[in-house]
């Protein structure tokens, strides 16, 4: 499975911004997808995922209510959509793909990973 990341840039305080990741290779619709946010400075850190379905979503504390993940199994792709922007949201949003039993919210759960895109909060 090869993703590719795409939808980041520059959004104010307040604003919206809509990632997509674009998924090549067989049995897409068979992996659990996330997404990952690397701050400068910081380790990667858990933002959202999606069962393969999509019927069950789990969020980091710091997006719920802000931040919604979907997906498009007959498109291969899965979005997040991002409202209520914060400058803490800034840095490089990765999405990835895993089929592991390991807990969701940990990059060792997934296999495959995007090039990842950039978003800067900012006045």
């Known amino acids: 499975v090869q993703l590719q990341a795409s939808g980041g840039g520059l959004a104010q305080p307040g604003g919206s911004l809509r990632l997509s990741c674009a998924a090549s290779g067989r049995s897409f619709s068979s992996y659990r997808m996330g997404w990952f946010l690397q701050s400068p400075g910081k380790a990667r850190e858990f933002v959202a995922t999606i069962t393969w379905g999509g019927g069950s979503t789990l969020y980091a504390d710091s997006v719920k209510g802000r931040f919604t993940i979907s997906r498009d199994n007959a498109k291969n792709t899965v979005y997040l959509q991002m409202n209520s922007l914060k400058p803490e949201d800034t840095g490089v949003y990765y999405c990835?793909?895993?089929?592991?039993?390991?807990?969701?919210?940990?990059?060792?759960?997934?296999?495959?990973w995007g090039q990842g895109t950039q978003v800067t909060v900012s006045s």
């Open positions: 990835a793909a895993g089929r592991s039993p390991l807990s969701p919210v940990t990059s060792l759960a997934y296999d495959y």
